[in-house]
Structure formats: structure tokens, C-alpha cells
T-cell receptor, first 115, second 114 residues
Framework: GAGVSQSPRYKVAKRGQDVALRCDPI?????LFWYQQALGQGPEFLTY????????KSGLPSDRFFAERPEGSVSTLKIQRTQQEDSAVYLC?????????????FGSGTRLTVV | AQSVTQPDIHITVSEGASLELRCNYS??????LFWYVQSPGQGLQLLLK??????LVQGIKGFEAEFKRSQSSFNLRKPSVHWSDAAEYFC????????????FGTGTLLAVQP
């Protein structure tokens, strides 16, 4: 597609529920990132894939967070046993370069609300 | 550790007035610096970036930014603001390493008065 697509746009989850957030990067983009943006804050890095390899997951806040990109294209961010502090906008970004300092293209995000 | 500070949480300017948004960074080597803009309910759009070379960089929508190593700053400017510029602006620094992750500031919310 022309841009990075994320689904769903909005997700309301009851505390303790598992959720899965999907990211469709721009076709052919090798680098894929997930960021978490809490209300009133800047985005914070969660994890980075180069093709199907997860090269950095240092930003994942707990072992309840898991990301995958099995075929090097679509990625899923899974959050198990959601808690209220997980409420945030989850942004996906992709880049055609492995040296992503040229800048990424961001999706519109998934707004997760845990009640 | 890398960090980015945007000291102004909220700025209001009149349409047609000039704009400067401040950004200070902390990074040991030559930084990779970015400005992104985020409209409500939207993702982040890249305005401009600095890697090396000319310290004054031009971006989209008439924005420019100047890298000043001595002040560890990368301020965003626009000579004449339009109502459509109302949005949140984020400065970010990239580590240039294998991860290529960006460290973002907390953002500056720009309001434009008619």
C-alpha cells in the first residue's frame, strides 16, 4: 500500500484481556518499528525488526508484550493480560533502509484503552 | 544516555507571525536529528532531518531548522505560520547504531490564532 496501515484504529479492552495489534508496513520496507505513545508524551521505542529478525526488543515494558514479524512484512504486537497502564497509542513505522536514520514512515496508530 | 528536551509544552502564535520551537539534545557523537509533526488522530509526519553538512536544513511546508552543536540545539522555525500548522511537534534524535531507534521529546503543542 501507499502508507503504513494499522488496525484496529481503536481498541477497548477489559483489564486482563489479551489484545493483538496489526501493522502493515509499506511494501518492501525492511525495517519495522513499534512505538508506544502515552497521553501527552512523545513516542517511546518498543521494538525493531529487520525483515523477520527482531534485532532489538529492549523497549518492551514487560514480558506481557510480544511482537512478531514472521514473514518479514506484516507485524503483530501482542499484549497479554492488559493493564490500565497499557492504555496508549501504539505506533508502527517502517523504512526502506536498514540505516533508518533517513527517517521512517509512521502509521496512524492504534489507540488502546484498557478499562 | 541520549535525551531530547522540548522546553515549551504549549505555544500560541498569531497567523502570519513567525515561529520558533526549541529543541535541545544530549548525545555523545554527531547526532541524527529530526522534526516530526502530528495532527490529532494522525501518525507522525517527517518535516526535516539533519545528518551532517549544512547546519541549516530545509523541510516541507516551509519549515527549516538549524543545528547548533555549541548549544546542543536543533530549533524549528517558520517565517509565517498558517492556521493549518496547528499541531503537535516532536523533536527526535537517532542513535545511528544497529537499532536505529529514535528518542523523542515530549512535544510542543502549537495553537494558531486567527
Amino acid at each position: 500500500g501507499a502508507g503504513v496501515s494499522q488496525s484496529p484504529r481503536y481498541k477497548v479492552a477489559k483489564r486482563g484481556q489479551d489484545v493483538a495489534l496489526r501493522c502493515d508496513p509499506i511494501s518492501g520496507h525492511v525495517s519495522l518499528f513499534w512505538y508506544q505513545q502515552a497521553l501527552g508524551q512523545g513516542p517511546e521505542f518498543l521494538t525493531y525488526f529487520q525483515n523477520e529478525a527482531q534485532l532489538d526488543k529492549s523497549g518492551l515494558p514487560s514480558d506481557r508484550f510480544f511482537a512478531e514479524r514472521p514473514e518479514g512484512s506484516v507485524s503483530t504486537l501482542k499484549i497479554q493480560r492488559t493493564q490500565q497502564e497499557d492504555s496508549a497509542v501504539y505506533l508502527c513505522a517502517s523504512s526502506s533502509r536498514t540505516q533508518a536514520n533517513y527517517g521512517y514512515t509512521f502509521g496512524s496508530g492504534t489507540r488502546l484503552t484498557v478499562v | 544516555a541520549q535525551s531530547v528536551t522540548q522546553p515549551d509544552i504549549h505555544i500560541t502564535v498569531s497567523e502570519g507571525a513567525s515561529l520558533e520551537l526549541r529543541c535541545n539534545y544530549s548525545y555523545g557523537a554527531t547526532p541524527y536529528l529530526f522534526w516530526y509533526v502530528q495532527s490529532p488522530g494522525q501518525g507522525l509526519q517527517l518535516l526535516l532531518k539533519y545528518f551532517s553538512g549544512d547546519t541549516l536544513v530545509q523541510g516541507i511546508k516551509g519549515f527549516e531548522a538549524e543545528f547548533k552543536r555549541s548549544q546542543s540545539s536543533f530549533n524549528l522555525r517558520k517565517p509565517s505560520v498558517h492556521w493549518s500548522d496547528a499541531a503537535e511537534y516532536f523533536c527526535a534524535v537517532g542513535n545511528g547504531g544497529a537499532t536505529n531507534k529514535l528518542i523523542f521529546g515530549t512535544g510542543t503543542l502549537l495553537a494558531v490564532q486567527p
